[in-house]
């Protein structure tokens, strides 16, 4: 399993000229945000039961 958290932007201006005309662009911009940290998947019933023991 890859570890990395990718982050995308996509970003969409539009510009009107002087004769009316639309002018669009597009820019995406897309990388990787390092190694996620470990983590432990625990539902609130088990942490209760844990919590009485």
Avoid: Q, W
């Avoid at 662009?25 to 539902?43: A, L, R, W």
């Amino acid at each position: 399993m890859d570890n990395t958290a990718k982050i995308s932007k996509v970003e969409t201006t539009k510009v009107v000229d002087m004769n009316g005309e639309i002018m669009e662009e597009t820019t995406s911009v897309s990388f990787n945000y390092g190694k996620e940290t470990d983590y432990i998947k625990i539902y609130l019933d088990n942490i209760v039961v844990l919590a009485e023991i």
